[in-house]
């Protein structure tokens, strides 16, 4: 800047005192101008550097946001922003569900009650129901720090009661530990074959619960996780005195093909006495094609019926509150999808539970038509996504239930046979 001014007096001075020839002072001119055009640059180059310190624009969108926020509609599904150094997502879905009944429950809700079915020749026959009561909201977020990264989520819908909200997920989590709700270590829902109903089928569970989790990666492919659950135990006599520990390992063989195995020990406490519950279970998924997805689960449970959906109650007790009897169960539940194209993709499953007939547990029912022998559900469905945020769902679930009551054949028996429809908006 001084040798500009420099140069400019040089000039002026040349002009009116030395007499330069007019061709020189032409020159002279000249290059004053290239001056100021230099000046001029450097002037708007400094204006552009402050604009891009204070304002951030949004490619993608082709507009200028505040600049405390930038939205990021490209990166991942939902609305992300990032905000006083923390970075969110929110997504969900808008959901609405329909449901014919030919046979099963009297229940008000257009999901699975197979454990419940009314036994034939009683009422719950020709019944429509219908909800938008799973619709979901949902936020992740994360905070980068010196240490790692903190995160969490928060997600609810409106499956309480009455349709009121409750909380579905709400965790944070720093390096390997997790503290909050979410799904359960031990009934996962990643082997569990695709269906319309909210609920699952038998064999299938959607458990969450509060817990304390840790994981262990062993290398890329192998995990151990550990946890203490909160399993809200509803049994009538049940007084929580520790959490479930709960252990699942995974494992991938290969890209197509993983497995889980899973451990729970629960100790079920009343007023008087104390029994331990157990349970195990193994899970896998394998893509037989990469179109064709082939997802199967087991489990083996003694004493405890918070876990698994559809069970008997897990204890009995006698006047006393002293626990007599467990209920020990096993389930499976099997599935294949198939993807047909970017728009159509099907499942066919199949699910079975069997308890164990065991008399003395049975001595405490005055009713056996509520204690069941085995429940068995089968499904098939069908979804398309004409554009990528809705989707549109049909399915057909027969199952039945068999008592231990020693009633005549027919009275032993509950089935249910629905029709399922759905229509989601998702973002």
């Not at 002279?28 to 400094?46: H, K, Y």
């Not at 949004?58 to 970075?87: I, M, N, S």
């Not at 997504?91 to 099963?104: C, I, P, S």
């Not at 009314?118 to 992740?140: F, I, Y």
């Amino acid at each position: 800047m001084n040798k500009l001014k420099l140069n400019t007096l040089a000039v002026a001075l040349g002009l009116s005192f030395s007499g330069v020839t007019h061709a020189a002072a032409n020159s002279e001119v000249t290059q004053l101008r290239n001056e100021v055009s230099q000046l001029r640059a450097m002037i708007e180059q400094l204006q552009t550097e402050q604009k891009k310190q204070a304002i951030v624009y949004d490619v993608q969108a082709t507009k200028v946001v505040a600049p405390v926020v930038k939205v990021d509609t490209t990166a991942r599904k939902g609305l992300g922003f990032t905000a006083g150094g923390a970075e969110f997502n929110i997504y969900g879905n808008v959901r609405a569900d329909a449901g014919y009944q030919f046979e099963g429950a009297t229940g008000g809700t257009p999901y699975n009650q197979i454990a419940t079915a009314e036994l034939s020749g009683d009422n719950g026959k020709d019944r429509l129901r219908s909800t938008l009561s799973a619709t979901r909201l949902g936020l992740d977020f994360k905070t980068a720090t010196q240490k790692g990264d903190v995160a969490g989520k928060i997600e609810v819908d409106f499956l309480g009661s009455n349709d009121s909200l409750r909380i579905r997920h709400a965790y944070m989590t720093y390096d390997d530990w997790l503290i909050g709700q979410t799904w359960s270590n031990f009934a996962v829902p990643d082997y569990m074959a695709e269906t319309i109903d909210a609920m699952g089928y038998v064999g299938q569970s959607v458990k969450r619960t509060p817990q304390v989790r840790y994981t262990n990666k062993f290398n890329p492919n192998t995990s151990l996780i550990m946890a203490l659950e909160d399993p809200k135990d509803a049994q009538a006599d049940m007084k929580m005195r520790l959490p479930a520990l709960t252990a699942r390992v995974t494992h991938k063989f290969a890209d197509n093909f993983s497995i889980g195995a899973r451990a729970m020990l629960h100790d079920k406490k009343t007023n008087e006495d104390n029994e331990m519950a157990w349970g195990v279970g193994l899970g896998a998924k394998y893509d037989i094609t990469p179109s064709t997805t082939l997802k199967a689960d087991y489990y083996h449970v003694d004493g405890d019926s918070s876990f698994i959906y559809n069970s008997n109650q897990g204890f009995v007790t006698d006047a006393n509150k002293n626990i007599k009897e467990t209920n020990a169960f096993d389930s499976i539940n099997v599935g294949v999808t198939q993807k047909f194209n970017q728009q159509w993709r099907g499942t066919l499953g199949f699910g079975y539970m069997k308890a164990d007939n065991n008399k003395d547990y049975l001595g405490y029912f005055t009713d056996k038509t509520k204690v069941n022998k085995d429940i068995w559900q089968g499904w098939g469905n069908v979804f398309y996504s004409p554009v990528q945020p809705l989707s549109f769902g049909l399915e057909y679930v027969y199952g039945e239930r068999q008592t231990f009551s020693t009633a005549t054949m027919d009275s032993k028996t509950g089935k249910d046979s629905r029709l399922n429809a759905v229509a989601m908006y998702n973002f």
